[in-house]
């Protein structure tokens, strides 16, 4: 088995910090907050979350907080319920959920009451049910009553009903059984029926069945296998397919030992994470529990540690 | 960034990406500050448009567009025709952003909140569909849009036919034989072949399977010390608290159990209304398994008396599936209870250590023959007409899939149609156990899953967990097979055993359970050396009082959860598991919690109890153990256990006598 090239990804990453005027960094300036997240959780995993400028990030964060409450993408930008997550997720990395007005961000997002321990703000009952109302006959759950399920809906929904404490609505040996079969003979995960696999389903999947319990049903090994396959082991990256091109956002902190992190944040800063490569990566990694590499929450998606502080620290 | 070979890039490209990354710069630096200010003219809307079309995931864009368009429909010379031409131009910009990315979230919508002001047509947005569906078959947000589409459509068609369910599956199988026959290869089939499978076993209306006690038991409550008249292992029982359980087992969660559903007649309750408690980890409402306590009063009554106790499940209406459906007759049962003067002191527990050594079991001998409890309750249930012919029904189409697998498997060797053999044989045993009671296939079934194991390595773990549940069905299917797996215990002085039987199902492979509605007698358990991952169904075991877990492969504390449902549970043995060794834990949201808004963790009472030790380290055996009342806790041999620990749990759990062998003060 193949195993983290390290050193590669990080003269990659040097090699793509000179192009600060990638298209694709300008095309995702509006998603600056989620990358942002993924990006430091992604840091958080590999223990390197300390070599980041606190006070740098967090007053960013909040400059991205429009007056009703919300958080854009970044500066400028309106608030969305998507990147307001992102924002408090940031925040709780950094054990800084103090410096929120709950209340006013409550007001823009009832799922943020979630984890910030405030769900008797929402009607939970009638949350569930809608969820419930999007469940299929193979047990999987799509994005409107009716639709197809796919492994990224499966996660949000099993995710939210985690949340809630509503996880016997699912029947875990059909949808078990649907998500173990995701798992295509190259050991990859795909995220339906006769679809390729790709390395960002490693998050989508893996952590569904975790929270359901019946990820034994796939096979870690060759899971690890094709993950580490993605990777460019001659020029460093990351990619969704073994031997597909490799980019930039896939890679950034696919990868521990880096010497030079406060610098690598600044261009985090100014490219953005194009998607969700890095992250599901590293996270992916983390669920399977390849060594040294820290416990991600398969609900919260925040490292295992923050989440406890959060509910069990004070 | 998906699908895209790797490869070296071109200088050339480079240059060419450097101006648009300038021209996007500025267009978006323009429409910001036509956003802010709120200028809503034709040349913003025009930048607005080239961002977009470069673009189409710029969310502040969109809605930009829908403030505007709002904006000139309000307009005092705003007139149909305006309208129209206003939202014409809306189509055209989300048309030239799907050109850019068809799976633009921000794109659909847009399109959708056009069509919601009542334009475009379906016939339209169908054309438009093709076309991208051509592109992508699966581009689930056209498929998505399709449905929204044709949804209101439809509604206005909608005519209202019933059918009778069997009329239907009958046209559904024949369908999907089409698909399965045609590409056997293609899972989606499958899937749906499992779902018809299940509408074919599964009644719609609720039933309820076993009960503690069962018919006809004749059930010894009190002292251990007259153990020389006991029965059996099924009936006889021993409680010092004046109360004894009453278990209700059905074939699907329901909701609705309560005094007035069921009702029990009998001289010895001596509360007027009896609360029913659903059995599940959770405290959902529903739930498979619901329990009941019933009072004596020993004092009044005599010992040589046996009291009859009536039991109606389904008295009165309102026990209703989840699906919706009321269990419409009512299940009758009666069993008797005799009862033992109380000589001893029930403060008593914990003289000694119970010790799961083989050394200490005998192979439990039959002395007579009694009523099989397991078939007793079965034949109670009475059908009427139509549930006869649907019965039968049901019978003849899974023999009809049986026989069709079979031909196809004789042909092709196909993974799924295994699997799906396996499924319907097993299917075909649980239609048939009502009257024959024997689990015809099993051996069958188990050498399928074998095969399956072998075949497909990956996933060698479900058909592990599917073995281990045809094994289980196998033992308990019947009595004489269940009586080969119980044993009496050989330490009968013991006063932490309150029934020298053990029903011994160690050293099987199991790696999960199953069958429960079958073992709801069971007061002490050897599942060791086996290999479970999860006790999911063990709060169902309410007599439970021991407990080995030990050599199996549960990997946290949270995998317990089940436990915390089995308060008369005194002895437990969980070493030589592998909880602490494993980062990530797959019963972090299964067991109820703080995470998951369902249980709330008292912080002052942690403070006091556990004496500085971090609850942030030990919340999950905080609550497990904590409203356990164990007496006996075997735990070593785990990555968790040490000495801090240990003396975390011996505050938490007052009642803890013997700790790893070793005995407490």
């Known amino acids: 088995m193949g195993e983290l090239a390290a050193e590669k990804h990080v003269q990659y990453i040097l090699s793509v910090e000179k192009r600060k005027d990638d298209f694709v960094s300008v095309v995702m300036e509006h998603l600056r907050m989620n990358g942002a997240y993924w990006g430091l959780t992604t840091l958080d995993l590999l223990g390197k979350l300390y070599t980041v400028d606190v006070d740098e990030v967090v007053s960013w964060v909040m400059e991205c907080q429009h007056e009703s409450g919300g958080f854009g993408g970044n500066i400028g930008h309106d608030p969305h319920i998507l990147y307001t997550l992102s924002a408090v997720q940031n925040l709780a990395l950094f054990d800084k959920l103090n410096v929120l007005d709950v209340d006013k961000v409550l007001l823009y997002s009832c799922m943020l009451s979630l984890i910030l321990c405030r769900l008797n703000k929402i009607n939970v009952e009638k949350a569930v049910s809608y969820i419930v109302s999007c469940k299929n006959l193979d047990g999987g759950f799509g994005s409107t009553p009716g639709g197809e399920s796919h492994a990224g809906q499966i996660f949000c929904c099993v995710g939210a009903l985690a949340i809630m404490g509503s996880l016997h609505h699912i029947d875990k040996d059909l949808l078990g059984w649907w998500l173990c079969e995701r798992q295509v003979q190259s050991g990859g995960l795909n995220g339906r029926p006769e679809k390729l696999p790709d390395v960002c389903y490693s998050w989508w999947v893996l952590s569904s069945l975790i929270m359901i319990d019946r990820v034994h049903w796939i096979s870690k090994e060759k899971l690890i296998k094709y993950i580490l396959d993605c990777q460019d082991t001659e020029n460093g990256g990351i990619s969704d397919r073994p031997d597909d091109a490799v980019d930039v956002y896939h890679t950034y902190f696919g990868v521990a030992e880096f010497a030079f992190l406060p610098k690598a944040w600044m261009s985090l800063l100014d490219f953005n994470l194009s998607d969700l490569k890095s992250v599901n990566f590293v996270a992916g990694l983390s669920l399977l529990e390849y060594p040294g590499l820290k416990a991600v929450d398969p609900a919260y998606a925040l490292p295992v540690d923050v989440v406890n502080r959060i509910f069990f620290g004070r | ?665």
């Open chain 2, 1 to 665: 960034m998906h699908g895209r070979p790797r490869k070296a890039p071109k200088p050339e490209d480079a240059a060419a990406s450097a101006a648009k990354v300038e021209k996007l710069r500025s267009l978006q630096s323009q429409f910001l500050s036509n956003h802010h200010n709120k200028i809503y003219t034709r040349e913003a809307l025009e930048v607005n448009a080239k961002l977009l079309e470069i673009n189409p995931e710029y969310y502040t864009a969109w809605n930009f567009r829908k403030l505007a368009v709002e904006h000139r429909m309000s307009q005092p010379d705003s007139d149909p025709d305006s309208v129209k031409s206003i939202l014409n131009e809306e189509l055209k910009v989300v048309e030239s952003a799907l050109k850019q990315n068809f799976k633009s979230y921000g794109a659909w919508h847009h399109r959708k909140w056009v069509l919601s002001k009542g334009h475009s047509s379906i016939d339209n947005e169908l054309r438009l569909l093709d076309r991208y569906q051509k592109v992508d078959p699966r581009n689930f947000h056209a498929w998505n849009y399709r449905r929204c589409v044709l949804l209101s459509n439809l509604l206005k068609r909608k005519v209202q036919r019933f059918f009778p369910k069997e009329v239907v599956l009958n046209e559904e199988y024949n369908l999907v034989h089409q698909a399965l026959f045609t590409d056997p290869d293609d899972q989606s089939g499958w899937f749906y072949h499992l779902w018809l499978l299940d509408q074919t076993v599964k009644a719609d209306v609720p039933l309820l399977v076993s009960s503690w006690p069962a018919h006809d038991d004749l059930i010894l409550l009190g002292d251990r010390n007259l153990d020389d008249c006991a029965l059996s292992p099924f009936t006889t029982f021993h409680f010092y608290s004046g109360t004894f359980p009453l278990i209700v087992c059905f074939d699907q969660a329901v909701e609705g159990v309560n005094s007035s559903t069921i009702s029990v007649e009998t001289v010895l309750n001596t509360e007027k209304e009896l609360t029913w408690k659903p059995l599940s980890i959770n405290d959902s409402k529903t739930s498979q398994v619901w329990v009941t306590h019933l009072n004596y009063p020993d004092a009044k009554l005599q010992s040589s008396e046996a009291y009859p106790v009536e039991v109606r499940v389904g008295h009165s209406k309102g026990i209703i599936s989840s699906s919706g459906f009321l269990l419409n007759h009512t299940s009758r049962f009666v069993f008797k209870v005799l009862l033992q003067p109380i000589e001893k002191d029930p403060a008593g527990h914990g003289g000694e250590m119970i010790s799961w050594g083989d050394g200490n079991f005998l192979l439990y001998e039959t002395p007579s023959q009694k009523s099989n409890p397991m078939i007793s309750l079965d034949q109670m249930n009475i059908m009427d007409e139509h549930e006869q012919k649907s019965s039968q029904w049901r019978a003849e189409t899974i023999a009809n899939e049986i026989a069709l697998f079979q031909e196809l498997l004789s042909e092709i060797n196909c993974k799924i149609g295994k699997l799906t053999l396996a499924r319907l044989l097993m299917a075909r045993d649980i239609l048939l156990s009502p009257c024959a009671n024997k689990t015809v296939h099993s051996e069958e079934v188990i050498k399928l899953y074998d095969d399956l194991t072998n075949s497909d390595p990956p996933h060698s773990q479900y058909y592990k967990d599917e073995r281990s549940l045809v094994l289980l069905q196998q033992i308990t299917s019947s009595r004489e097979s269940l009586l080969r797996y119980c044993f009496r215990h050989r330490d009968g002085t013991s006063s932490l055993i309150d029934n020298s039987f053990c029903l011994r199902l160690n050293n099987l492979s199991l790696s999960r359970m199953g069958s429960i509605e079958k073992l709801l007698w069971v007061q002490m358990l050897d599942l060791s050396h086996n290999e479970l991952q999860s006790i999911e169904g063990l709060e169902a075991m309410q007599l439970l009082s021991c407990l080995n877990l030990s050599n199996n492969r549960l990997s946290s504390f949270t995998a317990l959860g089940p436990l915390r449902l089995l308060k008369s549970l005194l002895v437990l043995d969980i070493s030589f598991n592998e909880i602490g060794s494993h980062s990530i834990d797959t019963t972090r949201y299964l067991c109820p919690s703080p995470l998951s808004h369902s249980e709330e963790i008292v912080q002052s009472y942690d403070e006091t109890v556990t004496g500085g030790v971090s609850l942030t380290d030990y919340w999950e055996a905080f609550l497990i153990f904590r409203g356990l009342n164990l007496s006996q806790l075997d735990i070593h041999g785990n990555a968790v256990a040490d000495e801090k620990l240990n003396s975390f749990l011996v505050k938490i759990v007052p009642t803890l006598k013997w700790l790893d062998g070793g005995k407490l003060h």
